[in-house]
């Protein structure tokens, strides 16, 4: 038996919840006053996934850096891989919204995309 | 002396969803000033996802939001005029600005949009004792050196503030391999988003210390630690409660501040309260044909928000350029009491306005298991019960032609927050 503490994100009022797993399975959620915070707790104990959001450098565009994503949500726990994966990454410009920076990145099969239009000057 | 219907001042989320309305609503002589290099106001450093949830459905980053309404400019062939800054605005809508090409010049409007959006509050009113080293940044600038300059203003950073955008950057600065310390509040609650502080700070491991300032800034040419404390209810310092950290950076994420120069010097009654403009229904100020919208008006936490009272602006504007003003209107104040620290729009005019209004507002402390009651004149029309309201949280009530037709003879509308 194993007890986890979370914060709700649903609403302003977070409640606290606490989540007991018995070998990996929700045996209960304790804590929410709805039943959107037991979703919420069973996903983010079983299977919590992230948007990775961050900036790339462009060479020849208007402005240095151009934003991406992961095109879907990624394990939580690969966050900081993801990051590091882009820290050296270099595109030129002219970049489009939803042009593909990596292509499956670190074998996740979610591509990092660019999330603005950046011109060549 | 140019001639245009409309003149947006501001190329951000409410200017440019104002502009898009305005000209659905039948306006063609339309112009957007900005003063930065591009479209699209502060989404282009917010590069975060989580925008237009409400809008489109789908979770979206800032710039990428942005897009779509630039794009939709765009297709509308909307003019536009970048690196501009607008100098003055008069009472009869008459608007300087200067650029490198076209020098100082003047535009006679028959309408005018502020949407100049808000600016963080500085170290400067906060009174921070400490020497003035380098190392010191608003967290927005900080957001803007990282996401579009590509420099990273530090690797050791206390943040000062629970604003959104603070949590923001400490995820930000975290993920780019910064070590964010702590983020200190002085409420004892937090300003920002809850979803902002689990997916920002807990997932990080980064503490939140509410109920605590920052006491003293050591560092000659840059900061070298930053000394906070517990405060008690009156907000003063704790003796015996400090505790010192070694870093490199201190960010601030301590409020937003409409930034209405140009309003006042247009002559538009602001209200000390959200420190914009006073509106009616129409997003219209106390000048005839000037509206505002955005968070010029007041800030708002959610830009889809922004964007849908900017087109309200938008449309009321086409109207005005159409019809003028109408004469005579009966207009209702709205109150705004027991926990609701102010309301926008502040006045309603049942016999103009739209078929409904959405009447936004933030409360003054937090509320559990309380409802939001709405009152024509002393009687009671509506009673929304709210499980928990927060001051970071915008709240809102829609109000009905048809009910303040029915109402009779009433003298005011008052929005306050009562047991459930």
């Known amino acids: ?121 | 002396m140019k001639n245009y219907d409309l003149v947006i001042i501001g190329g951000g989320p409410a200017g440019l969803a104002a502009a898009i309305s305005a000209k659905e609503s039948g306006i063609d002589s339309i112009l957007i000033l900005e003063r930065d290099k591009e479209l699209g106001g502060i989404l282009n450093q917010c590069i975060h996802n989580g925008f237009g949830l409400h809008t489109f459905n789908e979770e979206l980053t800032g710039p990428e939001y942005a897009a779509r309404f630039i794009d939709r400019v765009l297709e509308l062939g909307i003019e536009y005029k970048l690196n501009t800054m607008v100098m003055d605005i008069t009472k009869d809508k008459k608007v300087t600005a200067m650029n490198r090409e076209d020098g100082l010049f003047s535009i006679d409007a028959k309408s005018v949009i502020l949407a100049m959006g808000c600016r963080e509050r500085p170290r400067g009113a906060l009174n921070i004792p400490g020497y003035r080293p380098a190392g010191i940044y608003s967290a927005g600038t900080a957001q803007r050196l990282v996401n579009i300059e590509g420099y990273m203003p530090g690797r050791k950073v206390v943040i000062l503030g629970s604003g959104d955008i603070g949590l923001i950057m400490a995820r930000r600065m975290t993920l780019e391999g910064a070590e964010v310390k702590v983020v200190a509040e002085i409420m004892p609650y937090s300003g920002g988003l809850k979803r902002n502080i689990v997916q920002c700070l807990d997932d990080f491991n980064i503490p939140l210390k509410l109920s605590h300032t920052v006491v003293d800034i050591e560092g000659k040419d840059r900061v070298s630690a930053v000394t906070i404390a517990k405060v008690d209810e009156h907000m003063k310092p704790i003796p015996g409660t400090e505790e010192r950290y070694e870093c490199d950076t201190l960010l601030l994420s301590v409020g937003l501040l409409p930034e209405n120069e140009l309003s006042r010097q247009s002559g538009v009654e602001l209200s000390p309260i959200h420190r914009g403009p006073i509106v009616n229904d129409s997003l219209e100020t106390s000048v005839p044909g000037i509206f505002a919208c955005g968070n010029v008006l007041h800030v708002h936490d959610l830009v889809d928000f922004v964007s849908k009272e900017a087109s309200q602006a938008g449309k009321s504007a086409a109207l005005y350029i159409k019809n003028g003003e109408k004469e005579n209107s009966i207009s209702l104040p709205i109150n705004a009491v027991d926990g609701v620290r102010y309301t926008v729009p502040e006045f309603i005019r049942p016999n103009d306005m739209e078929e409904s209004v959405t009447v936004r507002f933030r409360v003054g402390g937090v509320f559990k298991k309380c409802a939001i009651a709405t009152y024509f004149g002393d009687t009671l029309v509506s009673k929304k019960k709210r499980p928990i309201m927060a001051p970071g949280e915008m709240e809102q009530v829609v109000i009905k032609k048809s009910d303040l037709l029915n109402a009779g003879d009433i003298k005011d509308i008052t929005i306050k927050i009562e047991e459930a």
């Open chain 1, 1 to 121: 038996m194993e007890t986890k503490n979370l914060t709700c994100i649903n609403c302003p009022m977070g409640c606290a919840l606490t989540v007991t797993l018995d070998n990996g399975e929700v045996t209960s959620v304790t804590g929410n006053t709805c039943k959107r915070g037991d979703i919420y707790a069973r996903k983010e104990v079983t299977n919590p996934t992230r948007i990775v959001t961050s900036s790339v450098r462009v060479k020849g565009g208007e402005i240095p850096m151009v934003s991406c994503k992961t095109k879907n949500d990624i394990p939580k726990g690969m966050i900081f891989d993801i990051t590091n994966a882009l820290c050296n990454v270099e595109v030129s410009a002219p970049v489009k919204i939803g042009d593909v920076i990596i292509e499956n990145v670190l074998d996740t099969g979610v591509d990092i995309i660019a999330t603005k239009n950046v011109a060549a000057i």
